[in-house]
């Protein structure tokens, strides 16, 4: 798994409802990524984190909201708030040392019923 | 800000044919660059980089080198396969304390027909 889960593969949620995606990394990386991924679009950043208990927004982090209390979990809250968000959702993860790669979960697909 | 500007697609090529997929950047600093790649319903992974100019990347037949004359970092690769089709993404990271993003091209979809 590269050493990011994230779960479940597929998740159907009802208009009005937050719902939460897991994000779970082992190899104590410092930095976690949450994006959207659109049919057909590239990938669009929704929040970042470097280290616990701090993270930036990023491009369109409206409708979303994130925690990241222990070093290995970085959980993707998608509020009622969020307009539309029917989309493929990947976390990533990296290690702070300079220019190194970000090794990517296989994502999950959410669907609004 | 940062930016990464990739070839759009979709790109349809026959089996052993050459692929290029164009890739340029504007980045204050010096970035690293990224070539990924995703097949249906999968995350990204990483098909090769290059930390610093001049360097080449390469794996499974994929090359492409870090241009800082030009911004560019084209991927090639010499024939191609049907098991290459996938989208493709060039990315970029530039090490900045405070800011750790990652940004991504739009991705090239890739298609080989036998």
């Known amino acids: 798994d590269g050493g990011i889960t994230q779960s479940p593969k597929y998740l159907f949620r009802k208009e009005g409802q937050n719902v939460t995606l897991s994000c779970e990394q082992n190899?104590?990386?410092?930095?976690m990524y949450w994006y959207r991924q659109d049919p057909g679009q590239g990938l669009r950043l929704i929040y970042y984190s470097q280290i616990v208990n701090d993270f930036q927004k990023g491009d369109i982090a409206e409708g979303y909201s994130v925690s990241r209390e222990k070093k290995e979990s970085f959980p993707l809250t998608v509020t009622s708030a969020q307009k539309n968000p029917t989309a493929f959702y990947l976390c990533?993860?990296?290690?702070?040392?300079?220019?190194?790669?970000?090794?990517f979960g296989q994502g999950t697909r959410l669907t609004v019923v | 800000g940062d930016s990464v500007t990739q070839m759009e697609g979709p790109v349809t090529l026959s089996e052993e044919a050459f692929l290029t997929i164009n890739c340029t950047y504007t980045a204050t600093g010096y970035p690293s660059l990224f070539w990924y790649v995703q097949y249906p319903g999968e995350g990204l992974q990483l098909l090769l980089k290059?930390?610093?100019?001049?360097d080449k990347g390469s794996n499974k037949g994929f090359e492409a080198t870090y241009r800082k004359e030009t911004t560019s970092f084209h991927l090639e690769k010499g024939s191609v396969q049907v098991s290459d089709s996938a989208v493709y993404f060039c990315?970029?990271?530039?090490?900045?304390?405070?800011?750790?993003?990652?940004?991504f091209g739009t991705g090239t979809r890739l298609t080989i027909i036998p």
């Open positions: 290059a930390t610093k100019a001049d």
């Open positions: 990533a993860r990296r290690q702070l040392i300079p220019n190194t790669e970000a090794f």
């Open positions: 190899l104590n990386h410092d930095a």
């Open positions: 990315a970029l990271t530039i090490s900045n304390f405070g800011n750790e993003k990652l940004t």
